[in-house]
């Protein structure tokens, strides 16, 4: 069985930093790419960033220059370090791992809310 678990959403003020972790437990070989979405009320959950196995990184137009993925592949753990805060950055963020003979797993979300 295996389980994806996010931490360190928050309350955070415009211009402030979360960073948000995602570790993998349980019978994992290999992870490949790892990734992080978010979902805003109204709105399709979209991707924020991904980075593969050999930290190849994509990011949205949106967070580029203020976010930035990191793995561990050694714990199964992905991050986001988010800088600069927006507003428009309020959503539920959520993790999403592919790993191998298993598939597609998703975390359960946390919250980020950017607000004075």
């Known amino acids: 069985q295996v389980q994806v678990v996010e931490s360190g959403g928050g309350l955070v003020q415009p211009g402030g930093s979360l960073r948000l972790s995602c570790a993998a437990s349980?019978?994992?070989?290999?992870?490949?790419?790892m990734g992080w979405y978010r979902q805003a009320p109204g709105n399709e959950r979209e991707l924020v960033a991904t980075i593969s196995r050999t930290h190849n990184t994509n990011y949205a137009a949106s967070v580029k220059g203020r976010f930035t993925i990191s793995r561990d592949n050694a714990k199964n753990t992905v991050y986001l370090q988010m800088n600069s805060l927006k507003p428009e950055d309020t959503a539920v963020y959520y993790c999403?791992?592919?790993?191998?003979?298993?598939?597609?797993?998703w975390g359960q979300g946390t919250q980020v809310t950017v607000s004075s």
């Open positions: 349980g019978t994992i070989f290999t992870i490949y790419t």
């Open positions: 999403n791992m592919f790993i191998l003979s298993l598939g597609n797993y």
